[in-house]
Nanobody
Framework: QVQLGESGGGLVQAGDSLRLSCAAS????????MAWYRQAPGKEREFVAA????????YYSDSVKGRFTISKDGAKNTVYLQMNSLKPEDTATYYC????????????WGQGTQVTVSS
């Protein structure tokens, strides 16, 4: 069982930055992928960004490409999401995920952290 703990959410103004962190309770193997998803009120959960742990290859949704950056600290089994130039439409609960296979097939989810961007 993998436990994921997110942190770093908060209330910011449009144009501000935030960095989310997600620490895994286990060692993340090179075959795994870590990702961030988000869900806004009344909307379906959507993919935001992902990273293949071993290769470091990254994936982004079109809505965040160029503004968000996913990174990792392998020694800490932690993945980060640096969010710049935040927009009100980025307001959502952000979830960290762990996959044993690929970036779009999460097997474990964190509890989520709230990001609110005011205009």
């Amino acid at each position: 069982q993998v436990q994921l703990g997110e942190s770093g959410g908060g209330l910011v103004q449009a144009g501000d930055s935030l960095r989310l962190s997600c620490a895994a309770s286990v060692r993340i193997y090179s075959s795994a992928a870590m990702a961030w998803y988000r869900q806004a009120p009344g909307k379906e959960r959507e993919f935001v960004a992902a990273m293949r742990w071993g290769t470091g290859r990254t994936y982004y949704s079109d809505s965040v490409k160029g503004r968000f950056t996913i990174s990792k600290d392998g020694a800490k089994n932690t993945v980060y999401l640096q969010m710049n130039s935040l927009k009100p439409e980025d307001t959502a609960t952000y979830y960290c995920t762990y996959s044993q296979t690929g970036p779009y097939e999460p097997h474990y989810w964190g509890q989520g952290t709230q990001v609110t961007v005011s205009s």
